[in-house]
């Protein structure tokens, strides 16, 4: 039982415990003590949901707790992991160590030194140097969950394979990479978005799939100006960024999509060393790069410089230096377009 293992493995959790392995958060299973390490939310979400589930499955009458560690009151984590009349079960998620006070400090570390069974307590850190002495022992004795935010494409990437993998599922790689372009401006939405199309489609994910589902994203219609505007492409540029913005895009997101495409382009074309290299300073995945490459063939250093120029006044006057915004951002589509080739 589910209960006599966790009472087993409480029974080290005091002085002198052996470290716990570490667990990915679509792994993890329940164990005495489990620390959420990193500010993602999503994951930490994850990770919890799949505790909880696996507790309630063996478990239906299992007591739920969540305690605040910045606000606790003096005993309250000794009290809520205390036998209950009934001897039920009992998983406590304890949020915000970030913030913990003095008085969940102390306690915390009384709890570890504990011989409690039937008790998961889940320990959410997103963060920071508070609390070193706890979280040193937790990393010695807890299952630690990695819950960092992903830094870069490459990592949003990984995500997306490794949540398909985890599946049984199979993702192209160039569905991969549109998926990214469309949802992945939050890990939220990465992971919804991955979690729809294995549901509402049968077999391997494609780039189609994925256009037909979200390419009217912010992030995908933005980047599809960008990509219309510096490929020279004007009149089209010029329809995707007023549908754009009759559809409720911002004008900055538009921007913004334009500048990472400037500087890509701006980088390339004097451009003599390794791609992996450039792409490294960039801090762009290498394979954005080489989807920028050809485009960049067609554009002149001196024109490059003058497209970033011309984003960087369009993104002021979207921030407020002009009374219309939206007038001027289509106005810097029209002259990167303008410019391509010349």
Not at 106 to 116: I, P, R, V
Not at 216 to 223: M, P
Not at 247 to 269: C, D, F, M, W
Request: aromatic content about 4%; charged content about 25%; glycine content about 8%.
């Amino acid at each position: 039982m589910a209960s006599q293992r966790a009472g087993t493995q409480r029974s080290g959790a005091g002085r002198g415990a052996k470290k716990a392995d570490g667990s990915d958060f679509r792994t993890v299973e329940p164990a005495p003590l489990i620390l959420l390490k990193g500010g993602e939310d999503y994951l930490a979400s994850r990770a919890l949901d799949r505790v909880k589930r696996a507790l309630r499955a063996e478990h239906p009458e299992l007591e739920y707790t969540r305690l605040d560690a910045s606000a606790a009151a003096p005993g309250e984590l000794l009290t809520v992991a205390s036998p209950s009349l009934f001897g039920e079960p009992r998983l406590i998620l304890a949020e915000d160590l970030s913030a913990m006070n003095d008085t969940f400090l102390a306690d915390a570390l009384a709890y570890l030194e504990e011989d409690t069974a039937d008790v998961t307590l889940v320990m959410r850190h997103s963060g920071g140097n508070r609390g070193k002495k706890l979280m040193d022992l937790l990393a010695k004795r807890a299952v630690v969950v990695d819950c960092a935010g992903v830094k870069n494409d490459n990592d949003k990437l990984d995500f997306v394979r490794r949540e398909f993998r985890a599946a049984g599922r199979e993702i192209h790689a160039d569905g991969a990479r549109a998926l990214v372009a469309a949802a992945g401006s939050t890990l939220s939405d990465l992971g919804g978005a991955c979690q729809q199309l294995m549901r509402d489609i049968n077999g391997d994910i494609t780039e189609e799939h994925v256009d037909r589902y979200h390419g009217g994203r912010v992030e995908a219609t933005a980047f599809k100006v960008a990509d219309a505007a510096f490929e020279g492409r004007q009149d089209v540029a010029t329809r995707l960024y007023r549908h754009a913005i009759a559809t409720g895009v911002s004008p900055i997101a538009v921007t913004a999509a334009l500048a990472r495409k400037a500087r890509h382009i701006a980088a390339l074309v004097d451009h003599r060393g390794s791609p992996a290299a450039l792409a490294a300073t960039l801090g762009a995945p290498p394979w954005q790069l080489q989807q920028v490459a050809e485009t960049a063939r067609r554009w002149q250093p001196q024109r490059a410089a003058e497209a970033i120029e011309a984003v960087a006044r369009a993104d002021a006057e979207a921030k407020g230096a002009s009374r219309t915004p939206d007038y001027a951002v289509e106005r810097a589509i029209t002259a990167i377009a303008s410019a391509v080739g010349r």
